[in-house]
């Protein structure tokens, strides 16, 4: 996945609990227009969302309970050839639901979001819209 070669570890893959694996591995891999492994099927209890080059991938497991509390851990997306506001826009489209906008009228912040299963994610600007404010 990288290129470092003296790295002792990397991350190879982000390990989600999921009660529908393929559902929420479709909803990531539309939001970060990636790819779901070739093979992995609907009925299946492991689903990929596969790496980028420098990004692990995303691994879905199926287990029978559901969320019971506030991540310890989250993304922060930052656009990479949109806007934020196009982003969330997009995000809350693809099943995201705002949890927090965070939103500035000077054009800083961020909105919080819950995947369709929960799993918290945040959508801060882009560094063309860093750069401007």
């Known amino acids: 996945m990288t290129d470092s070669q003296s790295a002792a570890l990397e991350i190879?893959?982000?390990t989600f609990d999921a009660q529908d694996p393929h559902a929420l591995a479709d909803f990531?891999?539309?939001l970060l227009e990636r790819e779901i492994r070739p093979g992995d099927m609907p009925q299946d209890d492991s689903v990929l969302v596969?790496?980028?080059p420098g990004q692990p991938?995303?691994?879905f497991l199926r287990v029978p309970e559901g969320k019971t509390a506030?991540?310890?851990?989250?993304?922060d997306l930052w656009p990479t050839s949109t806007g934020r506001d196009e982003q969330i826009a997009r995000a809350?489209?693809?099943g995201a639901m705002v949890l927090d906008d965070r939103r500035q009228p000077n054009g800083k912040g961020w909105a919080?979001?819950?995947d369709p299963e929960g799993n918290e994610f945040c959508i801060g600007r882009s560094a063309a819209e860093r750069e401007r404010t």
Do not use: D, S
């Not at 506030?70 to 993304?75: C, E, L, P, S, Y």
């Open 50 to 52: 596969v790496p980028t």
């Open 12 to 14: 190879h893959e982000i």
């Open 28 to 30: 990531w891999a539309a």
């Open 92 to 94: 809350t489209a693809l």
């Open 57 to 59: 991938g995303l691994l």
């Open 112 to 114: 919080v979001f819950a």
């Open 70 to 75: 506030k991540n310890r851990i989250h993304f």
